[in-house]
């Protein structure tokens, strides 16, 4: 329905303004119940009643449709594209007058003005009276509020008109059959183009043709039709004659267009377009815009807008329901105004058969009606107003409130004294009137509002667009936001899987303040073992690095764990390396500052305690510091203070192991100073210094080292107490390096002078017996005895003469039981030792040729050792002493074992060294006592009772070590 | 950083670390840092039956502080300069 009227708008003509008006009245009911737009209201109310005289008076009934055109073209642009509207704009112009009975509007209005029942009363009921009674006292009140300065006085007249009208519009209901309408309807609904729309309603309407003549005439009628409103209203088209179809039937009218048959019929539709907007312009538009403000703030939300318009202008099926509902729930304002519409129409029509011809006419209307409404200028406002009054609230309101408008204009003119005077002008003009008068005053009332409505309107217009703008970006701002929000929301998602998982560059940091935190200044200190360590493997591996004694970073061994990669790996070791050269500097002038600012507060505030950069794990285990006063050699103190001033008790376990401890801290200090050793030789005074603390240190070994001790001054001599213990027999290699020769063989003399004293000889028994925890360590002893100190001992002698050979063998023999020695396989070592060294002397070419009393001394030193030895050659083999010891007679059935031929080779080796140096009658000597056990080796070997052939051949290999020593081999034994 | 420094020395060797928990994880000993936390890789757990969830992991980061033992190869010790630096750490610590 709202689109007929808007179609008749859309004629534009003055004519279709004032039918236009009519609609509008009913549109004023919309405001009223409006009441939210209530700030228009309240302004319009009464007080612009004395102005509407004025501006019905004198010529602005042509401005006003002007303006309602223009306006109408700006309202519709914004809210729904114009249509058909354009192009149907001619065909549309009768239509709408057809539709619109000028009569039926004014008429309608009054009606609507007795009735006053609430809209939703109207929309309950379906008695088109009831409704359009009820809309028309709140039209009444609605245009005192909205255009109280223009309608108040045309409408004021209107409940006289009211029993006028209603014959007006009754006429023309009843031109329109319910079957005629819906008739239409199916055509515009079907026809979708507005041009085979517009044929049905041209047929029933017949109207059609004739409004379009009123609507021409309108534009000059203006100020006539106002005045002929006055007097026509009442009187006009015989309203009292249809008076009882009265309101039902005039509300039909607008939408029957048919109904209303005469010119003034079309007429008042086609003004109504016009009031509409003018109208509602003002008041409308105010409320136009408000419906646009709220509608962009709706769409997003209710989505139903953009839904509701399209579907309103395209689709008329999908209209229909929503207006309906959208009425009602969203439309409590508009929804009366239609409904007064099609009661009115059709007293017949049901509220659902209403709203299918709504449908229809949207759909139709959209071609026929649109196009009115959207060439005037209602377009804009009614063309969106229709489909948004389906669908969309907002735009219904402004439907209505144009419907309202007009409506009220029509009863304040009559009241309203100030108007008297236009009504006579319009009074003049009697027979315009007669015609359309309603309307015209109707458009007039329109024109004047549609002025203030048009400035309102641009404004609303520019507002909306602005505000649509502001909304849309606003939107699309959120919409952004809300983008954002999600792609971090999700990223978040993406990695909270890893939350707790560190990343390569986690990784790279910690280990960046962990080596900046390792590495130090002085990296023997912190870092001995493994730059020592790395400093020997490279040296086994042989890539010793010449002047690089120092690991750096990133070398082998330095723990990162970071092998030797790619080249990009390298390149990022390269670039660690240099962070962390960098952190370390840091953290040493840190420190440096530190140890300054420390000593400036160190008055003032006591002392500081400060940690290094380096954190290393707090020790949980802290044990006292024993340092301060360590017993030094309590014992030996005790010892001196003992009877007989040179002699003293021997060391205790615990004095030993203190001096031995002293002297590998000397020690490792002296390798250290080894290792700082100033090379080149610009460095003279840096050396000779380093050479005056090296010798320093030496000199405190020595001391400490006890080695000038006399021989006898314990037992064991402090020297030899000290390679008791393991670490002591490992000691002494490693002191041996730093001392002189001459300290060195002094110490290798006191060792041999002192050789029964040592450990290993004296508790060599020990490794003839049954299986023990003390055999095991005693041979664990001996093994590290011969690793380390006999080496030492032979390295020293390697560099004696004759004559030192001679008297260190001489040593041995006065001062240790010899037999008992070489029983020992330390001892047996060593005296091999001294032979091969002798004999390796003896035949020593010229420059070191012994002299014959050097010869002489070794021979009688030789012949001393075989005559201590003689007699117990036998027990020198291990083999021979483990079966000593076991019990008597098992011997027999206990076979030799291969381990037992091994532990007799060195045996096997000293006694060929014997029978080298020997003489005739100590060789023969040798021989008488060695014959059981050659011959025994060789029986074994010869008839098989060696087991294996490596037993067999460990056997005559010693029998042959020994008699080839003599000269002869085994192969030459007879048996 | 005496057993930090010995540990320095061991990498690329094959452990056995034995935590707290009684789980016994060998791999190849990949880096150690100064709170002995260790980076073993191709690691294998010594009773895999008991831990069937460390079958899939093929090298791990262990927090020092839950470590209880580690076995080393003895041939890749040097015993004779362990003592050594013992002296030294002992010697510098009451140096100061």
């Known amino acids: 329905m709202a689109f007929r009227g808007f179609a008749d708008l859309a004629n534009g003509d003055p004519l279709l303004a004032t039918a236009k008006q009519e609609d509008e009245d009913l549109a004023v009911y919309n405001w009223d119940d409006a009441g939210g737009y209530g700030y228009n209201a309240g302004a319009l109310d009464e007080a612009g009643d004395d102005m509407n005289d004025e501006t019905f008076g004198g010529g602005n009934a042509g401005t006003d449709f002007d303006f309602a055109r223009t306006t109408g073209s700006f309202a519709p642009v914004p809210r729904a594209p114009a249509k058909p509207v354009q192009k149907p704009a001619p065909p549309s112009g009768p239509l709408p007058s057809s539709r619109t009975a000028p009569a039926t509007s004014s008429r309608q209005a009054p009606l609507r003005h007795k009735n006053q029942p609430s809209l939703e009363a109207l929309w309950k009921d379906d008695s088109v009276s009831s409704v359009l009674g009820g809309i028309i006292p709140r039209a009444a009140s609605g245009t005192s509020l909205l255009g109280a300065r223009h309608t108040p006085p045309q409408h004021t007249p209107t409940p006289p008109r009211p029993a006028n009208l209603p014959p007006a519009r009754g006429s023309q209901p009843r031109v329109m059959t319910l079957q005629e309408i819906e008739a239409e309807m199916e055509a515009l609904s079907h026809g979708s183009s507005t041009a085979h729309s517009m044929p049905p309603f041209m047929a029933n309407e017949t109207h059609a043709p004739p409004p379009l003549p009123p609507v021409q005439s309108m534009p000059h009628m203006p100020q006539q039709q106002l005045p002929s409103i006055n007097d026509g209203f009442p009187p006009q088209h015989g309203w009292g004659a249809p008076p009882p179809r009265s309101s039902l039937e005039s509300m039909l009218p607008p939408e029957m267009r048919p109904a209303s048959g005469g010119r003034h019929a079309f007429t008042p539709e086609g003004h109504l377009p016009p009031e509409m907007r003018p109208v509602g312009g003002v008041s409308p538009y105010h409320s136009l815009p408000e419906n646009t403000f709220s509608l962009p703030s709706m769409r997003p939300d209710m989505e139903l807008p953009p839904e509701m318009r399209p579907v309103g202008g395209r689709m008329p099926m999908d209209m229909p329901p929503l207006p309906s509902d959208m009425r009602t729930a969203l439309m409590q304002g508009p929804p009366p105004p239609r409904e007064p519409y099609y009661p009115p129409g059709n007293q017949m029509f049901s509220l659902d058969e209403i709203e299918r011809q709504m449908q229809a006419a949207q759909l139709g209307a959209p071609m026929p009606p649109p196009q009115p409404m959207q060439q005037q200028g209602p377009p804009h406002g009614m063309p969106d107003m229709g489909p948004e009054l389906h669908h969309a609230p907002p735009h219904n309101a402004p439907f209505e409130e144009l419907h309202r408008q007009p409506r009220p204009p029509q009863p304040p003119r009559p009241e309203s004294g100030l108007f008297k005077g236009d009504v006579g002008d319009l009074l003049d003009f009697p027979p315009l009137g007669a015609q359309p008068l309603a309307g015209r005053p109707l458009i007039r009332e329109q024109m004047p509002d549609a002025r203030t409505p048009e400035q309102i309107i641009e404004l609303s217009v520019e507002k909306r667009a602005s505000l649509m703008r502001d909304a849309q970006e606003k939107i699309r701002a959120t919409e952004k936001l809300e983008a954002k929000r999600r792609r971090k929301a999700e990223k978040l998602a993406h990695m909270a899987r890893r939350n707790e998982l560190m990343s390569q560059g986690d990784k790279d940091f910690i280990t960046r303040i962990q080596v900046s935190q390792l590495v130090t200044e002085d990296p023997y200190a912190d870092d001995f073992y493994a730059q020592v360590f790395g400093a020997i493997v490279r040296a086994r591996i042989g890539e010793a690095a010449a002047g690089e004694a120092v690991i750096k970073f990133g070398d082998v061994g330095v723990g990162m764990g970071i092998g030797r990669g790619a080249g990009r790996r390298e390149k990022a070791m390269e670039r660690m390396r240099q962070q962390v050269e960098k952190l370390v500097q840091h953290a040493k002038n840190r420190e440096k500052e530190k140890s300054a600012d420390q000593e400036k507060h160190i008055r003032a505030l006591g002392k500081l305690s400060s940690r290094t950069s380096k954190v290393a794990p707090r020790p949980l285990l802290q044990v006292k510091d024993l340092t301060g006063s360590p017993p030094v050699t309590p014992t030996s103190e005790k010892g001196r203070s003992g009877p007989g001033g040179d002699h003293k008790a021997a060391m205790t376990q615990r004095d030993i192991l203190y001096r031995i401890e002293k002297l590998y801290d000397l020690v490792l200090q002296l390798e250290q100073k080894r290792r700082e050793e100033p090379q080149g030789e610009d460095k003279e005074e840096e050396r000779y210094v380093w050479e005056g603390e090296y010798a320093a240190i030496v000199k405190l070994i020595w001391d400490e080292l006890h080695v000038m001790d006399p021989l006898d001054i314990s037992d064991p001599h402090p020297v030899i107490a000290i390679l008791g213990p393991a670490k002591g027999k490992k000691l002494l290699p490693r002191l041996l390096r730093h001392l002189s020769q001459k300290e060195s063989l002094t110490v290798v003399t006191l060792l041999i002078a002192c050789f029964s004293q040592l450990d290993v000889v004296r508790k060599a028994s020990l490794l003839d017996r049954a299986d023990s925890p003390e055999k095991r360590e005693m041979e664990k002893q001996t093994e590290l005895f011969l690793s380390t100190v006999l080496p030492a001992l032979i390295g020293a002698l390697r560099r004696a003469g004759l004559r030192l050979v001679s008297g260190l063998l001489g040593h041995l023999i006065n001062r240790c039981d010899v037999a008992e020695v070489a029983r020992t396989r330390p001892g047996l070592e060593l005296l091999t030792m001294f032979l091969a060294q002798a004999e390796g002397l003896k035949h020593a070419p010229a420059p070191d040729e012994p002299t014959d009393e050097e010869l002489d001394q070794w021979q009688k030193t030789y012949a001393a050792l075989f005559k201590e030895l003689s007699g117990t050659f036998i027990t020198l083999f291990p083999s021979a002493r483990r079966l000593a010891h076991l019990p008597f007679g098992t011997a027999q059935y206990i076979r030799p074992t291969a381990a037992d031929d091994i532990a007799d080779q060195s045996t096997w080796q000293f006694l060929a060294a014997l029978a080298i140096s020997a003489d005739m009658a100590q060789q023969q000597h040798l021989v008488g006592e060695m014959r059981d056990k050659v011959l025994e080796n060789v029986m074994s070997q010869r008839t098989g009772l060696a087991t294996t052939e490596e037993e067999a051949r460990l056997k005559i290999d010693n029998v042959n070590l020994f008699l080839n020593a003599l000269g002869i081999d085994a192969s030459q034994i007879q048996m | ?96």
Do not use: W
């Open chain 2, 1 to 96: 950083m005496l057993i930090f420094s010995v540990f320095k020395t061991l990498t690329d060797q094959v452990v056995t670390v034995e935590l707290k928990n009684d789980l016994c994880i060998t791999g190849t000993l990949k880096s150690v840092d100064q709170f002995l936390n260790i980076r073993l890789d191709k690691i294998s757990v010594v009773d895999p039956e008991r831990h069937p969830h460390m079958m899939a992991v093929k090298n791990c980061f262990i927090r020092g502080s839950v470590v209880r033992y580690v076995q080393i190869p003895a041939t890749a010790v040097d015993t004779q300069l362990l003592e050594d630096a013992t002296r030294r750490e002992h010697a510098s610590t009451h140096k100061r």
